[in-house]
């Protein structure tokens, strides 16, 4: 009777620490990109009705 030898794929082996570690740092810092991204989206939002009120403010409270 033959036997067959069975190759391991090397995408099978186990990723070593320092990977990781790499993947997990890469996460976060995707993660931190993505809401730094969304930050600076709102605050650009927020710039017209800043200087709305900044313009119209003094005139509109000066009726009340």
Known sequence: MATATLSVPSFARRPSPAERVSAGTAAVLSVLGSMLAFG???LGLLVVPVAAAVVFG?????LF
């Open 58 to 62: 003094p005139a509109l409270l000066a």
């Open 40 to 42: 600076i989206a709102a």
